[in-house]
Every structure is written in structure tokens, then in C-alpha cells.
């Protein structure tokens, strides 16, 4: 391999850390306007009339924006359009936006913005899931109108085999009511958009975006533009981990709504507080998991029930609870399985979108199970998971043949263990322990396991296509286009390897552009872990038809000097790339052209450098399959905890975490995945805790919300296994969700 499989240090690097990448808000324009949203004071309240006057009366105001000037649908939603870009006659939670108002300066757009008035009639709110789903209970949003019945918006079902006759073959039954709570994104950087409206009436926005194509559809509908004329460019982002997925929706057709109005770029950039109250969250659930089992440790049934809050607006959330229900059961083969889950609306803060989509949820409360299961089998839990673990020709828990992934599980299991030593690090603990009580001291030590499997990319029943675009340079170097965009994970890097590997130059003679919605067709969300091994495909599929032309036209050449050439490849010695000719055989033969002459000459001769790549994947969508994604990432991690027995606090020493990756394309960038993901999963595990009271979050700040520092981070090792995926580029799959999931478990 030239490219694929090198430790790598990130094509952005250099950017990022000298401060010259370019933030939304360092983008700065003449005429520039600051945009600030007015938000309710009631989670739940009918609108009686708005009075914009009193702002403009702040110097500096310039636009007062209401529901009434919203040109086309005043209703977002990446599935439900339920969410209005301005609330007309209702407002449903504390984050909704009432009116906008643009200023020459923020201070002044803050100051119009308490100045406007709305008069309200104050509904009765419901902030419980449980409340929301009562007969009677209050509607908030009329019945039936996104497929609700009543509060609920989604009910999904699921089951195989006979799960009463499962149990009543147990030797053992577990049940326990798991209530878990939200998380904060606490991306680095908060929500922001910069709208500039062009001389021809269309509009292009800047943006801290994951998901440019969504953006585009949201904005083109509700500011009645067709799509060529909303063009989306992604800024640098600091950090999108899911909560910039459908969001960014809002903020730029917030934005290019007084773009529009004004005719002047307009900034919308929340503060900290703003996001924190405005933007999803993720779901928290309540799940009720009964686990059973024969006393040999052969998992035979297990009935999981799942309740979700929404919050007041769709968002993606029927995604999120289609994957908590795939994943409720763990990574393990049982045979009898009943999943239920209820996601409901209420006036509490929006739910939705966030790395591991509802999957590390129900992983805590199954993890947790299978302990106490091992505790009761009196069994090792590492024992427990490997006897029931899911492995190439398994029938996973909702009754999918596994034939795309191999035995990555097990191997996740293995090697983290082996790196933990984890017999004898018990046998250890058990002798620390004993000491410990001895001497009447309140610490322990004690090691937390916690196996997954993860679907990868969208799965069943959803578009799954993305493009990419290869244009090679007389030069010799090469541009990449994608849809796929980097947020932090390293997409940028992945993708420049993967095309400087599949064209077989060095790394540095390629560059990925930023995603731009004027340069590819849709090419779905930058979700699911899907951009290394979709986007990334693509990106491969579009490098090998770009230089598809030029690879054989340097084959006629070398043929001329050296009949006995059967194909022409690359090579790379020292700073030098050529194409070269290789016999039958594979044995290089002498003649050999510098790759940027050949390029220059190539293109001389008219030839064609530039390639599109496609790909569509598709699960087996008949209602007799149970395919539910074409592979799964899997992962074990194993956590050492100091606790306090007396206080509860428990710090962790040391995280062995192992990823099943398919191909790590940058192990460097896979450990750096890990390491983010685990550090991630442990806040949510220890310390992140969101207060709400009445729909209002208590502590939107990094000082009351507390996040890990790196004085948190323990020794961390992360491990990587590589069972190929066929499918992915290089057989690479989705790592960036899967390294967070099974941590706050463990
Ligand atoms: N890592 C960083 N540093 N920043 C991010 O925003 N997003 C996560 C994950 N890792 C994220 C991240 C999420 S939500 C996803 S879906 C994957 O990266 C996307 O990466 P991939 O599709 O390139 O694997």
C-alpha cells in the first residue's frame, strides 16, 4: 500500500493549530449583520401577538423577522417537517425562535432582541415521557399529523422466536428498569451560519454543518428557492459528534431568511448558553431489559421495553430508536427476542441526533444485565460474553445472518483482555480489596467490561448513495470532491489517503476539498460512521476511473519500448512517482515514466482526467429479510476503577479499548477515534449530568455541566483489529460511533 495503512498525521493539522483554519465566525464580510433569535418564555404557550416596533427603536437594528415573512414552508424536520423555522401561534419548548432580529452589531441584535414584546397564554406543559403517554394527557402537536397517536410519535415493535417459552427454559432471570439520562454534545464550537445573499437572488451560507445536503433541502423549502440556488459550503467545524446534523438546518435558514430580507451576509452564531437551551440532545430512556438464561450461561430470552423523550420536535429521533431497538439485545446471539419502544413528544429540550444514535443507551442497561447475569451463573463475565457473542454466520438478536462481518467480536474480546491481563489483574483486585477492608479503608478496585456491535452506515430501508469526484492535474496532483465532510474525525485525512492510494501517488500530491453542495450530488448525511466506508468508496471508485485513461495510454507508450509489458502501475521511489510496466507475472520491467510528465502529456493529447464515483448500498429490503445493515464495527472495552465505597466516587485508571475497524486506513487517526470516543463515553458514564426542571435545562454551562479535562483522562490503550469488510475501501468500516459506545457501559 502507498497510502493506506500510514500513520499519518492530519492533513488539517497544521490549520487547526495555528489558528488560520476558518471558523464561521472568522468569516468576516463588508456590511456584515448579526442575527439573534428571540426565544419564549413558556415551553408551551400560545402566541397572542408579537410587537417587533420596540426594537427597531435600539440603534443599530435593521430587520425585525417574524413567522409572517417566511417565504415558503415555515416548518424543518429532516423526516417530520414539524419544527417551525419561527413559532406562528405556538411555542412547544424554551428553544423555540419567535421572531430574529438583525443588527450592525450582536450587542445590538441582543438588545432589539428583549425588546420585542409577545404576549402569551401559558398552556400546561408536560416534561415526563410517562405524563406524555396517559390517557388525556395534552396534545402537543395535533393527532396523526406526523404519524403520532397522541404524544407518541413512533411506536416500534420487534420479536422473534417465542420469548415466554424462551424464559420458561431459563435457569436464571434478570430484570432491572435502567433510567438513563441526556447528553451534551459540548462540541468545541456552538452553532453559527453566515448568509450571503449573490446578485442573482440565490443564497450561499458559510456553516458549522455535518450534514450539508439536509441543510440545503431545509433552506430551498422554506425560503422557496430551488436547490441550485441555496449553495451550502462547509466552514471549519469545531465538532459535530450528531448535534450538528439536522440543526444546522435552523440556524441557516434563520440566517438566510434575513440575508433575504436585508439583502446583506447575515451572522447567526449562538453563545454557549443559546446551544446548550437550543440544540438536541441525546434521548434519554428509560428501559426496562429481563434477561434469561440456562445455568451453563446460554442466553435464551430477553424482552427489552424502551421509553424516549423527543423533546417538543421530531428531529431524527424515529432514527435514533430504530437503532436503540436494533441494538437493545446487545451483541449476542439469542433466539428469543421482544423489543418495544415508545418515543414520545413533550415540552422538554429536543432530542436527537449524537454519536452511537441510542445505541450506547440500551447498551448500558444490557451490559449491566449480562454482569449481573455472570454474578448470578456465578460465572467470569468475560466467559459469559464470549460463550453468547454474535460471529460470522450468527442470527444476531433481531434475526440478521451476519455474512459481511467476520469475527471481529471475539477478537475485540481477546486481544482487550489479553492486554489487561484480566485474570490475573482480579486475582490482584481481590487481594487489593481484601487489604482494603482489612485496614478499614474505603477504596476498591474493580475492572468493567462491555462488548458491542454496531451497524454500519444507514441499513434497511434508507438511501444509502454517495458521490465523490476526482480531478487530476496536468501537474500531476489531484483534487478530491466529496459530500462527506470532516468535523473533527479525521474524514479529510481518510479520504486524501484513500484517493492517493487508489490513483498510487504520495499522499501530499492530493487534496480533499471541504464538502460544498454546488460541487457533488447528494450525497447523504456524514452520519451513521458512514463517510470513510461510503463517501470513501466512492472516492476510491472515482480515483480509479480518473486515472483510468491515463493509466492506459502510458501503457501503449511503455509497450512500444518493452512488448513483453502486460499492465502499467504506479510506483514511488524516494520523491519520485512513475508509471511503470510490470509483466504477467508482476515482475517490473525497465521502462518507466515520471507520473507528471505522463499527466502533462496525457492531457496534452485531449485526454480525460476526471472521475465521478458512485455507490448505492443496499440491504436486502423484502419483508421476509432480516438484514437490517450490510456489516457491523465491533468493540470491546475493559475499564480498572478506583471506587470510593463510601462516597461512590470512582475514578478510572486504566481503559484497554478495542475497535474492530475493518482496514484502518490511519491507525494513527483510529487511535486518535478511540481515544476521543472513550474519553467521550466516560463523561457520559461518570460525570455529565443535564438538569432540567420544567423544560428548562439548569445548568446550560461547562461550569455546572461538567465535562472530562484531560486531569480525567486515564491511561488509555487503544487496540485495533482489522477484520476486512469486502465492501468498504480497503475494507475499512465505520469506526468514529463504535469507539464511544461500549465506554460508559464498562
Ligand atoms: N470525532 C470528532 N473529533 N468530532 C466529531 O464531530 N463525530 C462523530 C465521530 N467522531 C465526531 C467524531 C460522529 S457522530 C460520527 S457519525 C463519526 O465521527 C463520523 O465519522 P466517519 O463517518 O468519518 O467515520
Given at each position: 500500500?502507498k ?10 493539522a497544521r ?11 472568522d ?51 429532516a423526516?417530520?417537517p ?6 406562528k ?10 421572531a430574529?432580529v ?21 398552556l ?14 395534552i396534545l402537543i ?45 459540548a462540541?468545541?464550537e ?18 458549522s454543518?455535518?450534514?450539508p ?5 431545509g433552506v ?6 430551488p436547490?441550485?440556488?441555496v449553495?451550502?459550503i ?11 446534523e ?26 454557549r448558553e ?8 441525546r ?29 417538543a ?20 446471539e ?41 454474578r448470578?451463573?456465578?460465572?467470569d ?9 454474535v460471529?460470522k ?5 433481531t434475526?440478521?445472518k451476519?455474512?459481511?462481518c ?9 486481544k ?15 487481594l ?14 474493580g475492572?468493567g467490561?462491555?462488548?458491542i ?52 501517488v ?5 487534496r ?10 447528494n ?11 461510503v ?10 476511473e480518473a ?8 501503457l501503449?507508450?511503455l ?32 521502462p518507466?515514466?515520471e ?19 458512485h ?8 419483508p ?5 445493515y450490510?456489516?457491523?464495527?465491533f ?14 466516587r470512582?475514578?478510572?485508571?486504566n481503559?484497554?479499548?478495542?475497535n474492530?475497524?475493518g482496514?484502518?486506513i ?5 487511535e ?7 474519553v ?7 460525570f455529565?449530568?443535564l ?15 461538567i ?7 486515564p ?11 469486502p ?12 469507539s ?7
Open positions: 500500500m497510502a493506506v495503512g500510514l500513520k499519518l498525521l492530519r492533513v488539517d490549520e487547526k493549530v495555528t489558528g488560520a483554519a476558518k471558523f464561521t465566525e468569516i468576516r464580510l463588508a456590511g456584515m449583520l448579526y442575527a439573534v433569535a428571540v426565544r419564549p418564555k413558556y415551553p408551551h404557550a400560545l402566541i397572542k401577538r408579537i410587537d417587533v416596533q420596540p426594537a427597531y427603536e435600539v440603534p443599530g437594528v435593521v430587520r425585525v423577522a417574524t413567522a409572517s415573512d417566511v417565504p415558503g414552508i415555515n416548518a424543518i424536520g423526516f417530520f414539524d419544527q417551525p423555522v419561527l413559532a401561534d405556538k411555542v412547544r419548548h424554551l428553544g423555540d425562535a419567535v430574529l438583525a443588527a450592525e452589531t450582536s450587542e445590538a441584535a441582543r438588545k432589539g432582541a428583549a425588546r420585542v414584546i409577545v404576549e402569551y397564554e401559558e400546561p406543559g408536560i416534561f415526563s415521557p410517562l405524563d406524555a403517554i396517559k390517557e388525556g394527557a402537536h395535533e393527532d396523526g399529523k406526523y404519524g403520532n397517536r397522541g404524544n407518541i410519535l413512533e411506536e416500534r415493535n420487534y420479536s422473534q422466536g417465542d420469548v415466554e417459552k424462551g424464559f420458561q427454559q431459563a435457569d436464571v432471570i434478570i430484570e432491572n428498569v435502567y433510567e438513563i439520562n441526556y447528553q451534551e454534545h462540541f468545541l456552538p452553532e453559527g451560519a453566515l448568509a450571503i445573499p449573490e446578485e442573482d437572488g440565490s443564497l450561499t451560507i458559510y456553516g454543518i455535518q450534514c445536503y439536509y441543510v440545503r433541502k430551498s423549502d422554506a425560503l422557496k428557492l436547490m441550485n440556488r449553495r451550502i462547509q466552514a471549519a467545524i469545531g465538532g459535530g459528534f450528531g448535534g450538528k439536522d440543526v444546522p438546518t435552523e440556524v441557516c435558514a434563520r440566517a438566510g431568511l434575513l440575508a433575504l430580507l436585508t439583502g446583506r451576509p447575515v451572522l447567526k452564531k449562538r453563545t443559546e446551544s446548550m437551551i437550543m440544540h438536541t440532545k434521548h434519554p430512556m428509560i428501559i426496562r431489559n429481563k434477561l434469561g438464561a440456562t445455568k451453563d450461561g446460554k442466553i435464551v430470552a430477553c424482552d427489552v421495553d424502551i421509553i424516549s423523550d423527543q423533546g420536535y421530531a428531529s431524527v429521533g424515529t432514527v435514533v430508536m430504530k437503532r436503540a431497538v436494533i441494538h437493545a439485545c446487545g451483541a449476542y439469542i433466539p428469543n427476542t421482544k423489543i418495544r419502544s415508545r418515543l414520545v413528544y413533550t415540552n422538554n429540550i429536543l432530542t436527537g441526533a449524537f454519536r452511537g444514535f441510542g445505541a450506547p443507551q440500551v447498551t448500558a442497561a444490557m451490559e449491566s444485565q449480562m454482569d449481573e447475569l455472570a448470578a451463573l456465578n460465572m463475565p468475560v466467559e459469559l460474553r464470549k460463550k453468547n457473542a460471529h454466520g450468527s442470527v444476531t438478536a434475526g440478521q451476519l455474512a459481511n467476520g469475527d471481529g467480536l471475539l477478537k475485540t474480546i481477546e482487550a483482555t489479553d492486554a489487561c491481563n484480566w485474570k490475573e489483574r482480579r486475582k490482584e483486585h481481590a487489593f480489596n481484601k487489604r482494603q477492608e482489612e485496614i478499614n479503608s474505603p477504596y476498591r478496585k475492572l467490561i462491555s462488548s456491535m454496531y451497524g454500519v452506515a444507514l441499513g434497511k430501508g434508507a438511501l444509502d448513495a454517495a458521490t465523490s469526484i476526482v480531478n487530476i492535474s496536468e501537474d500531476g496532483s489531484a483534487t478530491g470532491i466529496t459530500g462527506g465532510t470532516e468535523m473533527g474525525q479525521g474524514a479529510r485525512t481518510v479520504l486524501s489517503q484513500i484517493l492517493a492510494e487508489a490513483l498510487g504520495p499522499v501530499d500530491m492530493v480533499v476539498l471541504p464538502a460544498d453542495t454546488a460541487l457533488t450530488q450525497s447523504g448525511p456524514s452520519v451513521a460512521s458512514r463517510v470513510t466506508p463517501c470513501g468508496e466512492a472516492m476510491r471508485l472515482a480515483a480509479l486515472r483510468k485513461g491515463l493509466i492506459n495510454w502510458a501503449e507508450k509497450k512500444k519500448e518493452d512488448p513483453s509489458i502486460d499492465y502499467a502501475e504506479t510506483i514511488i521511489e524516494g520523491t519520485h512517482t512513475y508509471i511503470a510496466g510490470f509483466g504477467s507475472d508482476g515482475v517490473q520491467k525497465a518507466k515514466i507520473w507528471s510528465k505522463a499527466c502533462y502529456e496525457y492531457f496534452k493529447s485531449g485526454g480525460l482526467m476526471s472521475g465521478v464515483g455507490v448505492n448500498i443496499k440491504c436486502e429490503d423484502t421476509e429479510s432480516k438484514e437490517q450490510y456489516t457491523y464495527s468493540a470491546t472495552h475493559i475499564i480498572e476503577v478506583m471506587v470510593d465505597i463510601e462516597t461512590g470512582t475514578k478510572p485508571l481503559i484497554w479499548a478495542a474492530d475497524v482496514r484502518a490511519n491507525p494513527m487517526g483510529v486518535g477515534q478511540i481515544e476521543g470516543g472513550t467521550q463515553g466516560m463523561g457520559y458514564g461518570l455529565e449530568d438538569i432540567t426542571k420544567e423544560g428548562k435545562i439548569l445548568n446550560p454551562d461547562f461550569t455546572n455541566y465535562i472530562p479535562t484531560t486531569m480525567d483522562v491511561n488509555i490503550y487503544p487496540i485495533i483489529v482489522e477484520d476486512l469488510y465492501g468498504g475501501p480497503y475494507g475499512a468500516k465505520g469506526l468514529g460511533e463504535p464511544l459506545i461500549p465506554t460508559p457501559a464498562a
